[in-house]
């Protein structure tokens, strides 16, 4: 017998060998190519045969790949380039030290506003990570590409339209979406016109959320047009919020003669009068629940209108930190419903009084540059720590000098202390890392080195990336 | 910042971790020392008892100090052997960028990091430097009194070895017992049939075998259901292999390794037999490991960046779960230059790290190109070592594809073999062209350590 005839004697019969052992049947008869190997010992001829049986098994039987192998397409370059790969490990570091969605997002973002994207081994977003910075969209395709078991290609990249809206993955139509509004706001507001509803409740919610990005006038119809035929009652609460920020808040019901019981209008000063909110204090813990009840349902020019007040005199006459509860249901409306400009008057103000926790609310709707200059203010002038701060400033803050505030003083006397522990202040300075400048990180790891720190502390980890990290983001 | 020799010996817990640390205060025996730019860390590399180092940390304004050894002493001789080192200059400590290990620890340290005198610590017993410093004379020994030892050695020996041949042949009839009994109640019950033998093994001598016996099961329950009568015939089959090929040669050092126990550092770095190859070595991966018998493994896998010599290199050691987790000793991507010994065998593949220089990062990207078909590859360990379970392989160019259940499977770029994974493979791995592939080949599925694309290299997943 040829080596190939027995090869395929064998092949033909393991199937059956396997199956007699698995029940427990003899299978050495059933062998007669290896007759001479096995031996005339039925005993030994099973161990024989289980060690032929299994080398030929192990050395020549593998699973057969389906015929319909699905290969996902290459993970695309993004707009912005990958970290360099010295920093890589640094970045693995801080986004393995950081177990919370919500550090490593920030993470991101902060690359992101200094111009730089992760490399795909170390992070990548989920389909649905909304939180993603939309430099990812391409990305996020591409996972949603994987978990659909899609097999074309949908495009990315090219201008938008209401022909090719349905080439694009929500990611990439998202991101180009912002694009488009950025640039030529009206042909955002039309193409959304045309294409939503094909949309379901909650992709809806998420374009029509896009809107805010140079927010106008000419929105108006469109809005309105939201609010009197969506099916879904949280696009309905989005377009009124929209519209109300422009000025075109729903007629007062009766509840807000209720509310606007609960504040009344004096004049203060005798020789250049000024108007002032007096509060009358809710005297039960139900009137305390329906006066943030009245609050979150009602908008900004409603408020102002039951008092008789424009809604920047509103805000201009309120007696900031008298009544926090009171203060937080204002800044509620000023960020739901207010105009920018009115955002702006409540940010100055409340910045100059001791209201941080305000500032850090009214946040997220400034610009970039405002957010900075009010954590920068607040640190020097408030006395708050660096946490709260970049909570205000965000990821773009880019601060410089932030030892030389209060919080940067304390923290360096802090160090320096006899008890001072590894652990300590640990997301004080992680902030510190997300807030200052390339130039101010560079300085502050010099500062806090010479006041005992080792460069190799890991606390010093988000502080080295950005002194190590080239800025190449925009600036304001 | 100094210290002084006296820090080291009132750190020292007792006489004899004095005396080790002595032995450990050379040159030769260290790596990769090096110390943070303002003198308060320093670190370096001990080789040990096994195949890989000890990374040994201290922070010299406290004295806190960390060790990757199992050792239940506290500092160990290889943190008294590093502040040897630096108390008394024996090695520049060249000012460098903390390593990741080092920063790693400092973050896990619990206590205070401002400087605390050394001399709180409590001295344990009686310690002396003198004494630790001084070499014991050797013994002159008595001619009839090594011969009667060597007597009892060779009686032991030989006892051994029947103990191992009976528990072989307890293994063979068990076989023969699962064969009869149907492998589907073996499949079923692979978990306790299999520590019963492995226990007896264990008694027989035959540690080893028994480890691998008690990591049968989980190895069978890996694969598909449908796959699994097949594997048991594969497993049995390679344990019959094993134990005709322990009868044929029992003093074979490579057959004693899979059965009984591999030689030691000193045995293997006193062999002139064992091949020694320096050069460029990439980490591929780190496995780490809890196994059945209360044993941890911990292998790293190395690749060899030059075109000829063992392709591959594999430090495997072992230590007690209970001595708690223990650090990596090599980060996966870092390449160095250094010096391995092999152990004696046909195919080298385990080896011991003799000498690490610093790590290289000039090297080119590129890996080598595979040296064989992927047919040959697959199949030519095994005959050598038929028993063998784990192939390391050098993919060519390929990529990942799934099938409808999501599958993943690892696809030749020129479309003649393909090869199922394990694990998801998800992420980069899947989504970009894998000019090569190190991975391990199990006979059924494989584990990719780490891949090199466009996008530089992959580690791969578990």
Same mark, same amino acid.
């Given at each position: 017998?040829?080596?190939?005839?027995?090869?395929?004697?064998? =092949?033909?019969?393991?199937? %059956?060998?396997?199956?007699?052992?698995?029940?427990? /049947?003899?299978?050495?008869?059933? %062998?007669?190519?290896?007759?001479?190997?096995?031996?005339?010992?039925?005993?030994?001829?099973?161990?024989?045969?289980?060690?032929?049986?299994? *080398? =030929?098994?192990?050395?020549?039987?593998?699973?057969?790949?389906?015929?319909?192998?699905?290969?996902? &397409?290459?993970?695309?370059?993004?707009?912005?380039?990958?970290? /360099?790969?010295?920093?890589?490990?640094?970045?693995?570091?801080?986004? %393995?030290?950081?177990?919370?969605?919500?550090?490593?997002?920030?993470?991101?973002?902060?690359?992101?506003?200094?111009?730089?994207?992760?490399?795909?081994?170390?992070?990548?977003?989920?389909?649905?990570?909304?939180?993603?910075?939309?430099?990812?969209?391409?990305?996020?395709?591409?996972?949603?590409?994987?978990?659909?078991?899609?097999?074309?290609?949908?495009?990315?990249?090219?201008?938008?339209?209401?022909?090719?809206?349905?080439?694009?993955?929500?990611?990439?139509?998202?991101?180009?979406?912002?694009?488009?509004?950025?640039?030529?706001?009206?042909?955002?507001?039309?193409?959304?016109?045309?294409?939503?509803?094909?949309?379901?409740?909650?992709?809806?919610?998420?374009?029509?959320?896009?809107?805010?990005?140079?927010?106008?006038?000419?929105?108006?119809?469109?809005?309105?047009?939201?609010?009197?035929?969506? $099916?879904?009652?949280?696009?309905?609460?989005?377009?009124?919020?929209?519209?109300?920020?422009?000025?075109?808040?729903?007629?007062?019901?009766?509840?807000?003669?209720?509310?606007?019981?609960?504040?009344?209008?004096?004049?203060?000063?005798?020789?250049?009068?000024? $108007?002032?909110?007096? =509060?009358?204090?809710?005297?039960?813990? %139900?009137?305390? *629940?329906?006066?943030?009840?009245?609050?979150?349902?009602?908008?900004?020019?409603?408020?102002?209108?039951?008092?008789?007040?424009? &809604?920047?005199?509103?805000?201009?006459?309120?007696?900031?930190?008298?009544?926090?509860?009171?203060?937080?249901?204002?800044?509620?409306?000023?960020?739901?419903?207010?105009?920018?400009?009115?955002?702006?008057?409540?940010?100055?103000?409340?910045?100059?009084?001791?209201?941080?926790?305000?500032?850090?609310?009214?946040?997220?709707?400034?610009?970039?540059?405002?957010?900075?200059?009010?954590?920068?203010?607040?640190? $020097?002038?408030?006395?708050?720590?660096?946490?709260?701060?970049?909570?205000?400033?965000?990821?773009?803050?880019?601060?410089?000098?932030?030892?030389?505030?209060?919080?940067?003083?304390?923290?360096?006397?802090?160090?320096?202390?006899?008890?001072?522990?590894?652990?300590?202040?640990?997301?004080?300075?992680?902030?510190?890392?997300?807030?200052?400048?390339?130039?101010?990180?560079?300085?502050?790891?010099?500062?806090?080195?010479?006041?005992?720190?080792?460069?190799?502390?890991? $606390?010093?980890?988000?502080?080295?990336?950005?002194?190590?990290?080239?800025?190449?983001?925009?600036?304001? | 910042?100094?210290?002084?020799?006296?820090?080291?010996?009132?750190?020292?817990?007792?006489?004899?971790?004095?005396?080790?640390?002595?032995?450990?205060?050379?040159?030769?025996?260290?790596?990769?020392?090096?110390?943070?730019?303002?003198?308060?860390?320093?670190?370096?590399?001990?080789?040990?008892?096994?195949?890989?180092?000890?990374?040994?940390?201290?922070?010299?304004?406290?004295?806190?100090?960390? !060790?990757? !050894?199992?050792?239940?002493?506290?500092? !160990?001789?290889?943190?008294?052997?590093?502040?040897?080192?630096?108390?008394?200059? +024996?090695?520049?400590?060249?000012?460098?960028?903390?390593?990741?290990?080092?920063?790693?620890?400092?973050?896990?340290?619990?206590?205070?990091?401002?400087?605390?005198?050394?001399?709180?610590?409590?001295?344990?017993?009686?310690?002396?430097?003198?004494?630790?410093?001084?070499?014991?004379?050797?013994?002159?020994?008595?001619?009839?009194?090594?011969?009667?030892?060597?007597?009892?050695?060779?009686?032991?020996?030989?006892?051994?070895?029947?103990?191992?041949?009976?528990?072989?042949?307890?293994?063979?009839?068990? +076989?023969?017992?699962?064969?009869?009994?149907?492998?589907?109640?073996?499949?079923?019950?692979?978990?306790?049939?299999?520590?019963?033998?492995?226990?007896?093994?264990?008694?027989?001598?035959?540690?080893?075998?028994?480890?691998?016996?008690?990591?049968?099961?989980?190895?069978?329950?890996?694969?598909?259901?449908?796959?699994?009568?097949?594997?048991?015939?594969?497993?049995?089959?390679?344990?019959?292999?094993?134990?005709?090929?322990?009868?044929?040669?029992?003093?074979?050092?490579?057959?004693?390794?899979?059965?009984?126990?591999?030689?030691?550092?000193?045995?293997?770095?006193?062999?002139?037999?064992?091949?020694?190859?320096?050069?460029?070595?990439?980490?591929?991966?780190?496995? @780490?490991?809890?196994?059945?018998?209360?044993?941890?493994?911990?292998?790293?896998?190395?690749?060899?960046?030059?075109?000829?010599?063992?392709?591959?290199?594999?430090?495997?050691?072992?230590?007690?779960?209970?001595?708690?987790?223990?650090?990596? @000793?090599?980060?996966?991507?870092?390449?160095?230059?250094?010096?391995? @010994?092999?152990?004696?065998?046909?195919?080298?593949?385990?080896?011991?790290?003799?000498?690490?220089?610093?790590?290289?990062?000039?090297?080119?990207?590129?890996?080598?190109?595979?040296?064989?078909?992927?047919?040959?590859?697959?199949?030519?360990?095994?005959?050598?070592?038929?028993?063998?379970?784990? +192939?390391?392989?050098?993919?060519?160019?390929?990529? +990942?594809?799934?099938?409808? #259940?999501?599958?993943?499977?690892?696809?030749?770029?020129?479309?003649?073999?393909?090869?199922?994974?394990?694990?998801?493979?998800?992420?980069?791995?899947?989504?970009?062209?894998?000019?090569?592939?190190?991975?391990?080949? #199990?006979?059924?599925?494989?584990?990719?350590?780490?891949?090199?694309?466009?996008?530089?290299?992959?580690?791969?997943?578990?």
């Amino acid at each position: 017998m040829t080596e190939a005839v027995k090869a395929a004697e064998i =092949f033909g019969s393991i199937g %059956a060998v396997v199956t007699r052992w698995t029940v427990g /049947s003899s299978a050495a008869s059933a %062998a007669s190519f290896w007759r001479t190997e096995l031996g005339d010992d039925p005993v030994e001829a099973e161990l024989r045969m289980l060690a032929l049986s299994g *080398q =030929f098994l192990g050395a020549t039987v593998t699973a057969e790949a389906p015929s319909a192998l699905r290969v996902l &397409p290459d993970i695309p370059m993004l707009a912005l380039p990958t970290v /360099s790969e010295p920093l890589r490990p640094l970045l693995r570091r801080i986004l %393995a030290a950081s177990k919370d969605a919500a550090p490593r997002k920030e993470l991101v973002h902060f690359l992101a506003a200094r111009g730089w994207t992760t490399h795909p081994a170390d992070w990548m977003p989920d389909a649905n990570d909304e939180d993603a910075p939309d430099v990812y969209a391409a990305w996020r395709d591409w996972s949603a590409f994987a978990v659909a078991g899609a097999v074309t290609r949908r495009r990315t990249g090219d201008q938008l339209t209401a022909e090719n809206w349905e080439d694009f993955w929500p990611a990439a139509r998202k991101a180009a979406l912002i694009g488009l509004r950025r640039r030529d706001p009206s042909a955002a507001r039309a193409l959304l016109e045309a294409k939503l509803g094909n949309e379901n409740a909650e992709a809806r919610l998420r374009l029509v959320s896009l809107l805010s990005e140079r927010l106008s006038g000419d929105d108006v119809a469109f809005l309105e047009g939201l609010v009197a035929n969506d $099916r879904a009652p949280k696009i309905k609460a989005l377009a009124t919020s929209m519209l109300a920020r422009l000025g075109h808040g729903p007629a007062a019901g009766e509840d807000i003669a209720e509310l606007a019981g609960f504040f009344a209008v004096k004049t203060k000063g005798l020789l250049r009068r000024s $108007r002032v909110i007096d =509060f009358q204090t809710p005297k039960t813990p %139900a009137q305390w *629940q329906r006066r943030k009840t009245l609050l979150d349902g009602t908008d900004l020019t409603s408020f102002a209108g039951a008092l008789g007040l424009a &809604p920047q005199d509103l805000i201009a006459a309120w007696d900031w930190n008298v009544d926090p509860a009171a203060d937080a249901g204002l800044v509620g409306l000023i960020v739901e419903t207010g105009t920018d400009a009115q955002l702006a008057q409540a940010a100055n103000i409340v910045s100059e009084h001791d209201a941080t926790g305000l500032i850090v609310a009214l946040a997220p709707r400034l610009a970039n540059a405002e957010r900075a200059r009010f954590a920068a203010a607040a640190l $020097r002038a408030r006395g708050i720590g660096f946490e709260m701060a970049q909570m205000i400033a965000g990821v773009a803050g880019r601060l410089d000098d932030p030892l030389s505030t209060p919080a940067g003083v304390k923290l360096l006397a802090e160090i320096r202390r006899d008890d001072a522990k590894p652990s300590d202040h640990i997301a004080e300075f992680r902030a510190l890392g997300l807030l200052a400048s390339r130039t101010a990180a560079q300085q502050t790891l010099q500062r806090l080195t010479a006041a005992g720190l080792l460069l190799g502390d890991p $606390r010093l980890d988000m502080l080295r990336l950005n002194a190590a990290l080239d800025d190449q983001g925009e600036t304001p | 910042m100094a210290i002084d020799l006296k820090a080291v010996e009132q750190l020292a817990t007792d006489q004899s971790s004095l005396k080790a640390a002595a032995g450990l205060a050379k040159p030769a025996k260290w790596s990769g020392v090096g110390g943070s730019p303002d003198g308060a860390l320093i670190w370096g590399e001990c080789a040990g008892s096994g195949a890989n180092p000890y990374r040994v940390m201290a922070d010299l304004r406290d004295l806190g100090n960390k !060790c990757t !050894c199992p050792s239940r002493k506290f500092p !160990c001789k290889h943190v008294l052997g590093l502040l040897w080192l630096n108390a008394e200059a +024996i090695v520049p400590f060249a000012p460098a960028d903390t390593p990741d290990w080092v920063s790693d620890w400092l973050g896990r340290r619990r206590g205070t990091s401002a400087a605390k005198p050394a001399n709180t610590v409590t001295p344990a017993g009686e310690k002396d430097l003198r004494t630790a410093r001084t070499l014991e004379p050797e013994a002159t020994q008595d001619p009839k009194d090594v011969a009667r030892r060597e007597a009892q050695a060779a009686k032991r020996n030989e006892e051994t070895e029947r103990a191992i041949l009976d528990a072989l042949d307890a293994l063979e009839q068990w +076989i023969g017992d699962q064969l009869r009994l149907g492998l589907s109640g073996f499949i079923d019950d692979a978990t306790a049939r299999c520590r019963r033998i492995a226990a007896r093994l264990v008694d027989g001598k035959a540690a080893v075998l028994a480890g691998r016996i008690d990591e049968l099961p989980s190895r069978l329950l890996a694969l598909a259901a449908g796959d699994r009568p097949r594997g048991a015939v594969v497993e049995l089959g390679k344990l019959v292999l094993l134990a005709r090929a322990f009868r044929a040669t029992p003093r074979g050092a490579e057959i004693r390794r899979a059965v009984v126990a591999a030689e030691t550092r000193e045995t293997v770095l006193a062999n002139s037999q064992a091949p020694r190859v320096s050069g460029h070595w990439e980490v591929l991966a780190e496995r @780490v490991e809890t196994r059945r018998d209360g044993l941890v493994s911990q292998t790293t896998w190395l690749l060899n960046l030059a075109a000829s010599g063992p392709r591959f290199a594999m430090l495997l050691d072992f230590f007690p779960a209970s001595a708690g987790r223990r650090g990596s @000793v090599f980060t996966p991507g870092e390449r160095f230059h250094g010096e391995l @010994v092999f152990y004696p065998s046909q195919q080298p593949l385990r080896a011991l790290l003799v000498r690490r220089e610093a790590a290289d990062d000039t090297l080119t990207p590129e890996w080598p190109a595979p040296d064989a078909t992927l047919n040959d590859a697959l199949t030519r360990p095994l005959l050598t070592e038929p028993w063998m379970i784990e +192939i390391p392989l050098l993919l060519p160019q390929g990529r +990942i594809a799934r099938d409808d #259940s999501g599958g993943a499977w690892w696809r030749a770029a020129d479309g003649t073999t393909t090869l199922p994974v394990a694990g998801n493979a998800d992420g980069l791995l899947a989504g970009t062209e894998l000019t090569r592939t190190a991975a391990i080949w #199990s006979g059924s599925r494989l584990t990719i350590l780490a891949a090199q694309s466009s996008w530089g290299r992959i580690g791969g997943h578990d």
